[in-house]
C-alpha cells in the first residue's frame, strides 16, 4: 500500500487488461479500478527469473534457500500484511461465526479474492458441500492450494487463479449459496469491494445467496492530534523561520497511518464531534451510483479545539456481529492495525498561501463537502468557507483562482441552502 492517495489507484490501475468473460450471456463489468497484487502475470521466464526474491539484494548477502527463488512480491505481500491478517483473532472469528450460521452440508460456497485461502478452509471444515476459491494472483493462488492440500482439503476446495470479473457458471459446479469475501481496504472501498461483489452478484449468484459480510459503513471524525501536527507540519527553530515549509503541506491525500509507522490506537488525540457516516452500503443490493460523488456535511462541534485531520475508519458488521477499524476498537488488536489501521486526511481552513487551522467551538456547527472519487475508492473532504471568506478569497497565484472561485461558490450554495 502507497503511503498516499491521489488519484492513483492502491495496487493497480485501470490501465490492466482484462479477458473478456464468455458464456452464459453475462459480461463482467471492466471499470473496477483496483487490481489486486499479483493479478498481472509475469509474462516471460527471464522477467520471472529477475523478480525473484534473491535478486533484491547484494551477492553477499546470505539469502535462505526457501526464498532465494520465490517471487519477490509474494514474498512482500506475505510479510506486509498476510501474516497480520491471519493473525487478527477477532476478525477469523467474525468470519467464522458467520460462515457457521449459514453453511450447512448442502451449501455451496464462493470465494473472492481468496488470498491464503483461510476462509475457504473454514467453509470447508464446517462442512461445505463444495468450495470455490479464486484469487487473482499466480503465486498467491498456488501458495493457496498448498494450505488447502496441507489440511487435506483438496476434495472439498478448487482454487481458480483468475480476478472474480473473469469467473462464469461454467467454472462453478452451481451458483453458490454462500459467498464470502475480504476484499476491504484501509478505506471500506479501497479494494473497489461494492464492485468486485455486485459483479459477480449480478451475474453469478442466486436471489437467495447470503453474501458475507453484507453490510458495512464508512466513518470519519475530525480529530485534535499535537503528535501528528509535529509530523506534518514546522514553524521554525530556534528562531528560524521555516515555515515555507508548511506551505507545502499537503491537505489533499488521504495518508494511511500504517505508512506513518503508528498507529492511531496508541497516538493520544481527541475526537471533536461525533463519528461521520459517510456512506453505508448493503452489499446485498448496493451499487457504485447508490453512493452520492458530492455530499454536504453538516459537523457539530462536541468539543473545542483545533482539527488537525480527519480521521476515517469503517465497520463491517452481520446480524449482531460487527468487525471494526475505529481506534477505540484496535487498542488491543495490533494485527489489525497492522493490515488496515486507519486513513487520515489533513485539514486547512482557507486557501491561503500557508494551511490554516480549522478551529472548532463546542456546540458551533461547520459544513463540510466530502467528494469522491468516481469509483469510490477514495475520499476527499473540506471545510466550507464562510460567506465572509467566500467573498474575500486569499491571496493565490493566477493559476488557482478559477479552481477556487469555483470551490467558493459550491459552498455558498451549501451555505444558502442551510440558512
Not at 150 to 157: L, Q
Request: a neutral charge; proline letters at 6%; one cysteine or more.
Amino acid at each position: 500500500m502507497p503511503a498516499r492517495w491521489h488519484n492513483k489507484k492502491k495496487k493497480g490501475s485501470n490501465g490492466h487488461k482484462r479477458p473478456p468473460t464468455g458464456g452464459n450471456g453475462s459480461a463482467a463489468r471492466r471499470d473496477i479500478g483496483f487490481i489486486p497484487p499479483g493479478a498481472s502475470a509475469i509474462q516471460n521466464s527471464s522477467a520471472h527469473y529477475a523478480d525473484t526474491f534473491m535478486y533484491r539484494f547484494p551477492q553477499n548477502f546470505p539469502v535462505p534457500g526457501r526464498l532465494r527463488h520465490a517471487p519477490t512480491s509474494l514474498v512482500e505481500a506475505v510479510n506486509d500484511f498476510h501474516f497480520a491478517m491471519m493473525n487478527d483473532q477477532p476478525r477469523n472469528e467474525f468470519y467464522y461465526e458467520l460462515l457457521k450460521r449459514h453453511v450447512t452440508p448442502e451449501t455451496g460456497v464462493l470465494e473472492i479474492g481468496a488470498g491464503s485461502g483461510l476462509l475457504s478452509l473454514m467453509a470447508a471444515q464446517l462442512g461445505a458441500k463444495w468450495v470455490v476459491a479464486v484469487e487473482g494472483s499466480a503465486e498467491m493462488a498456488n501458495l493457496a492450494r498448498a494450505n488447502i492440500c496441507a489440511n487435506k482439503m483438496e476434495h472439498k476446495v478448487t482454487v481458480l487463479h483468475m480476478l472474480s470479473t473473469e469467473l462464469t457458471l461454467r467454472h462453478l459446479p452451481d451458483r453458490p449459496d454462500v459467498m464470502v469475501s475480504e476484499i476491504l481496504g484501509t478505506l471500506l472501498l479501497g479494494e473497489s469491494a461494492l464492485d468486485y461483489i455486485a459483479d459477480v452478484r449480478e451475474r453469478l449468484l442466486k436471489p437467495t445467496t447470503k453474501i458475507i459480510p453484507q453490510h458495512g459503513t464508512q466513518y470519519a471524525v475530525p480529530i485534535e492530534c499535537d503528535t501528528l501536527r509535529d509530523v506534518c507540519a514546522v514553524s521554525g527553530w530556534k528562531g528560524l523561520d521555516l515555515s515555507h515549509m508548511t506551505a507545502l503541506q499537503d491537505t489533499v491525500s488521504i495518508v494511511f497511518a500504517k505508512q506513518y509507522g503508528f498507529r492511531m490506537s496508541s497516538v493520544p488525540f481527541r475526537r471533536l464531534s461525533e463519528p461521520i457516516a459517510l456512506f453505508s452500503v448493503d452489499f446485498a443490493s448496493a451499487v457504485r451510483r447508490d453512493i452520492p460523488m458530492n455530499l454536504k456535511l453538516d459537523v457539530k462541534a462536541t468539543s473545542s479545539g483545533t482539527a488537525h485531520a480527519m480521521l476515517y475508519y469503517w465497520k463491517a458488521f452481520d446480524d449482531d456481529l460487527v468487525m471494526s477499524t475505529d481506534p477505540a476498537d484496535t487498542l488491543n488488536n495490533f494485527p489489525r492495525d497492522m493490515q488496515w489501521g486507519q486513513a487520515l486526511q489533513l485539514l486547512d481552513a482557507a486557501n491561503g498561501p500557508f494551511p490554516t487551522p480549522v478551529v472548532f467551538t463546542e456546540g458551533e456547527e461547520l459544513k463540510f463537502q466530502c467528494h469522491f472519487s468516481s469509483d469510490r475508492v477514495t475520499a476527499h473532504i473540506h471545510l466550507c468557507p464562510t460567506a465572509e471568506a467566500a467573498a474575500s478569497p486569499a491571496k493565490t497565484t493566477p493559476t488557482d483562482n478559477d479552481a477556487i472561485k469555483t470551490e467558493n461558490e459550491a459552498c455558498e450554495k451549501v451555505n444558502k441552502g442551510k440558512k
